[in-house]
């Protein structure tokens, strides 16, 4: 990279992270700070992380990003600062926003392009998914107080969060590319139905849309935007507790195609404690 390319991508960085402050993102933050293009700047996005988490009357979590900073500036003061009086205040959050009772993360299969030489989730099963997954959400009594994260995609992302929606249940749907790309890549091959249910989420009052480049800039180069949209979902959820994290993934045990499928989600929720449950596609649909 150039001199002047340098200062263009740090740039970029730090106007996402600063709108996601103004606007107390702090999933947003997280992710970002995982990206910083330089160990100071990494630095610095933790501790802004610190104190989005705080506004969400997240603190434990809030200290964890300070001590990640601690470890990287051992000696910076003012990290030492906040985290003595993060830790006086913990405990007293009276003020903090009222948070979703728990938090209903979703990944799974999109509906099988037509001729998928492999079946993992054909389309004359969808009426199956749709009902397994009504099953999981009512035993885990899904309702108004809770919010859902997904995808868009045809299949899983959708049935889950029409599903949410019925329940009275807020949802965020993050999407990797741009509205239309997204679309054209992942809801309109499996036909137009699809595009109208897509838009349909779109315009119900409880549903609201995010896009990653929108709101993160770019990925880094050896970043995927697939890996890189799971973890902007998990760290949405952490924000707002990692104890309340519901992940529900409708999957068939495998490695997807590319980097970034459910297998990742799986992990990633498992190594932060999250409650998962598999509906696993293959005694559901009988495609072993």
């Keep these: 990279m150039t001199p002047h390319e340098i200062r263009q991508q740090h740039a970029c960085w730090y106007r996402h992270i600063e709108d996601a402050l103004t606007h107390n993102r702090a999933g947003d933050v997280l992710l970002l700070a995982d990206e910083a293009p330089t160990p100071s700047l990494r630095v610095d996005a933790l501790r802004m992380a610190s104190q989005a988490l705080i506004k969400c009357g997240q603190p434990g979590l809030a200290l964890e990003q300070l001590d990640a900073a601690r470890q990287l500036a051992a000696d910076d003061a003012s990290i030492l600062r906040d985290r003595a009086d993060l830790l006086d205040r913990l405990g007293r959050h009276d003020d903090a926003p009222r948070q979703p009772w728990r938090v209903f993360l979703f990944s799974g299969h999109m509906i099988d392009a037509p001729g998928r030489a492999t079946p993992r989730f054909p389309a004359d099963q969808e009426a199956s998914a749709a009902d397994v997954l009504g099953a999981q959400l009512d035993e885990l009594c899904m309702g108004a107080d809770d919010r859902a994260i997904c995808g868009g995609a045809c299949g899983g ?132």
């Excluded at 897509?198 to 896009?211: D, E, F, G």
């Excluded at 990633?268 to 293959?282: M, N, P, S, W, Y």
Aim: overall charge neutral; charged content about 25%.
């Design 157 to 288: 992302d959708t049935l889950f969060a029409e599903a949410a929606v019925a329940r009275g249940c807020r949802v965020q749907l993050h999407l990797q590319f741009s509205e239309a790309d997204f679309l054209r890549d992942s809801v309109a091959f499996a036909g137009q139905r699809w595009v109208d249910r897509y838009h349909a989420l779109k315009a119900n009052p409880l549903t609201s849309i995010r896009v990653q480049t929108d709101a993160l800039g770019p990925p880094p180069d050896d970043a995927s935007p697939y890996e890189r949209n799971n973890l902007w979902q998990l760290y949405t959820a952490l924000a707002l507790g990692a104890d309340k994290i519901h992940f529900i993934a409708l999957w068939n045990g495998a490695d997807g195609a590319g980097r970034g499928g459910t297998r990742h989600m799986v992990d990633a929720v498992r190594k932060h404690a999250g409650r998962v449950f598999i509906l696993d596609t293959r005694t559901l649909f009988d495609t072993q």
